[in-house]
């Protein structure tokens, strides 16, 4: 792999990590005691019981998106890491170098196609 295909996923790479960082902070606040995790707002309770209802269901979907999100962020920083430390695109199972087009589609990904199955 070359040093520009390099490049351009660590620019792809962290245009996402800003992307999903972006969309945490609409409705989750960085919790500054655990590196990487993220605390969904709890919603302030309306005056009636369909509102208060509402709410609670509103907190739940934020909080199952705010652990996918987290997760995603996780493994592009590990991605990112590894441009790093000069081990991107190396397959973590047999070590082999990890497929371009695998990678065009999927900077982070951890396996080589042959692994994944």
Known sequence: MNTDDIRQYKKKLEEESKDIKDSLERFAKKDPAVPGDWDTTFPIFG????????????YENKVGVEHELELRLREIETALEKINVYTFGVCEKCGKEIEKERLDVNPEAQLCEKCME
């Open 47 to 58: 005056t009636s019981l369909e509102e208060n209802a509402a709410a609670v269901e509103d």
